[in-house]
């Protein structure tokens, strides 16, 4: 059994900051590519920001250079630190990840947390 916990998520101002991290737990062998998506009213659910596990990283471009994602291997943790926020950034926000789990014979899968809202208005 395998977790994504978000966590994070509020409302701030336009130009504010958040940054938003999510641990994923459980039976963990190996973590491949971690990411964050996000679903706004009425859309659908894009792609953020990918984190490779040999560290290439893609941002959608409308986040280019405002947003950042990291991520701490030792606690399989992925983080997104978003700067200059826009009301058009708001939407839930999900954790993704490419898991492996120490069931024997397991393929790697796709997890996803059950999302963090974030909000930015005045």
């Known amino acids: 059994q395998v977790h994504l916990v978000e966590s994070g998520g509020g409302l701030v101002q336009p130009g504010g900051s958040l940054r938003l991290s999510c641990v994923a737990s459980?039976?963990?062998?190996?973590?491949?590519?971690m990411g964050w998506y996000r679903q706004a009213p009425g859309k659908q659910r894009e792609l953020v920001a990918l984190?490779?596990?040999?560290?290439?990283?893609s941002y959608i471009d409308s986040v280019k250079g405002r947003f950042t994602i990291s991520r701490d291997n030792a606690k399989n943790t992925v983080y997104l630190q978003m700067t200059s926020l826009e009301p058009e950034d708001t939407a839930v926000y999900f954790c993704?990840?490419?898991?492996?789990?120490?069931?024997?014979?397991?393929?790697?899968?796709?997890?996803w947390g059950q999302g963090t809202q974030v909000t930015v208005s005045s």
């Open positions: 984190l490779h596990s040999g560290g290439s990283i």
């Open positions: 459980g039976s963990i062998f190996s973590i491949n590519a």
């Open positions: 993704n990840a490419f898991i492996t789990t120490t069931q024997p014979m397991d393929v790697p899968r796709n997890y």
